[in-house]
Nanobody, 126 residues
Framework: QVQLRESGGGSVEAGGSLKLACESPEYVFRTCAMAWYRQPPGKERELVST????????TYSDSVKGRFTISQDAAKNAVTLQMSRVTVEDTAVYYC???????????????????WGQGTQVTVFS
């Protein structure tokens, strides 16, 4: 059973910073792109950011662009999400997940990169 292990959640004052990490098995880290999602209370899960498996290409939702940074920590087979200038609207359960790499077909992506973390709570207070 492949597990993605998230860490770094907690409570932070508005305007502050928090860093999330998602560790994976090495073969997952080398095979799959990675993404961070979040689910605010009472709302649908939304995509926050992605990073290609080579760490070169990143994407961000409009709501976090310029405030959050996704990156790789190859030594730990991990992907991190640096959250800065947080607001109460960033309060959510944050999940990391694998995504298929660009060369994969959709079926290959579903087979090789279907993994999710258990989620970590981020609470921003004012």
């Amino acid at each position: 059973q492949v597990q993605l292990r998230e860490s770094g959640g907690g409570s932070v004052e508005a305007g502050g910073s928090l860093k999330l990490a998602c560790e994976s098995p090495e073969y997952v880290f080398r095979t799959c792109a990675m993404a961070w999602y979040r689910q605010p209370p009472g709302k649908e899960r939304e995509l926050v950011s992605t990073i290609s498996k080579d760490g070169i290409t990143t994407t961000y939702s409009d709501s976090v662009k310029g405030r959050f940074t996704i990156s790789q920590d190859a030594a730990k087979n991990a992907v991190t999400l640096q959250m800065s200038r947080v607001t109460v609207e960033d309060t959510a359960v944050y999940y990391c997940a694998t995504q298929g790499s660009l060369e994969m077909t959709p079926a290959q992506a579903r087979y090789f990169c279907p993994y999710w973390g258990q989620g970590t709570q981020v609470t921003v207070f004012s």
